[in-house]
C-alpha cells in the first residue's frame, strides 16, 4: 500500500507561470481533499472532491485556482498565472468512504512545495 | 464559525520526561471529532491520537494521550517518556460530524533535548 503519493515534491515557477500538482489517493480511496499550508501556519482546506465531482470547493480561491478529479488517473490542483503569493506546500489527503474521515483521520500525502519565483 | 487555538508556538522537553501541548477551539456544534497530528521536517502529516466528542474517555495511543474537557471546549497532547523520535509540529485539527473539512490550529514546535 504506496499510500497518498503527490508529486512533485519540489516545483519552482516563475510568476505568471502554471503549476499543476498532482495526487494520486491510497488504493481504494474515492474522496481527496486539497489543503493548503502557508509557511509557519496550520493546513487550510481548500476543496473536496469524488471521482468526477467536486463536493467543497469552498476555500478555494476564487480566480486562477481549479481542481479535478477524473475518473482514471490522478486528481490535480491546477494554479494559473501564479504569483508570489502562492508560494506554500500544499497537501492532499485521501479517505474510502465519507465517514472514515472520521473513524481515521485522512491520510495525507508528503505535500507539494510551490515555490514561485 | 469554528476556530482552534494553540497558544504554544513552541515547546521543549528533556528526553524520557513528560510535556503537554495546549489546543483549545470554538464550536457550537455538540457532534465532532478532535485530531492531533504530527509533522516532522519530511513535511508528512502523520495522525498522532483522535477523539470522537461524545466518548468521556480520553483517547490513548501508547506513549500519547490527551486530556480532553469538552465543557472548557479544551484537548491537549500529553507525551510521556518523550524520545528524539517525538520532534515536531504538532497541530491540533477539529472537524464536524457532518462537514468534510479540517480546521488546523497553528501549531506548535516540539523540540526533545538529550
Known amino acids: 500500500n504506496a499510500g497518498v503519493m503527490q508529486n512533485p515534491r519540489h516545483l519552482v515557477r516563475r510568476r505568471g507561470q502554471e503549476a499543476r500538482l498532482r495526487c494520486s489517493p491510497m488504493?481504494?480511496?474515492?474522496?481527496v481533499y486539497w489543503y493548503r499550508q502557508l509557511p509557519e501556519e496550520g493546513l487550510k482546506f481548500m476543496v473536496y472532491?469524488?471521482?468526477?465531482?467536486?463536493?467543497?470547493e469552498s476555500g478555494m480561491p476564487k480566480e486562477r485556482f481549479s481542481a479535478e478529479f477524473p475518473k482514471e488517473g490522478p486528481s490535480i490542483l491546477r494554479i494559473q498565472q501564479v504569483v508570489r503569493g502562492d508560494s506554500a506546500a500544499y497537501f492532499c489527503?485521501?479517505?474510502?468512504?465519507?465517514?472514515?474521515?472520521?473513524?481515521?483521520?485522512?491520510?495525507f500525502g508528503s505535500g507539494t512545495r510551490l515555490t514561485v519565483v | 464559525a469554528q476556530t482552534v487555538t494553540q497558544s504554544q508556538p513552541e515547546m521543549s522537553v528533556q528526553e524520557a520526561e513528560t510535556v503537554t501541548l495546549s489546543c483549545t477551539y470554538d464550536?457550537?456544534?455538540?457532534?465532532?471529532?478532535l485530531f492531533w497530528y504530527k509533522q516532522p521536517p519530511s513535511r508528512q502529516m502523520i495522525l498522532v491520537i483522535r477523539?470522537?466528542?461524545?466518548?468521556?474517555q480520553n483517547a490513548t495511543e501508547n506513549r500519547f494521550s490527551v486530556n480532553f474537557q469538552k465543557a472548557a471546549k479544551s484537548f491537549s497532547l500529553k507525551i510521556s517518556d518523550s524520545q528524539l523520535g517525538d520532534a515536531a509540529m504538532y497541530f491540533c485539527?477539529?472537524?464536524?460530524?457532518?462537514?468534510?473539512?479540517?480546521?488546523f490550529g497553528t501549531g506548535t514546535r516540539l523540540q526533545v533535548f538529550p
Open positions: 489527503a485521501s479517505s474510502r468512504t465519507w465517514n472514515d474521515r472520521g473513524t481515521y483521520g485522512y491520510t
Open positions: 488504493k481504494g480511496h474515492s474522496h
Open positions: 472532491l469524488q471521482k468526477e465531482n467536486i463536493i467543497d
Open positions: 464550536t457550537s456544534e455538540s457532534d465532532y471529532y
Open positions: 477523539q470522537e466528542a461524545y466518548k468521556q
Open positions: 485539527a477539529y472537524r464536524g460530524y457532518n462537514t468534510d473539512k479540517l480546521i
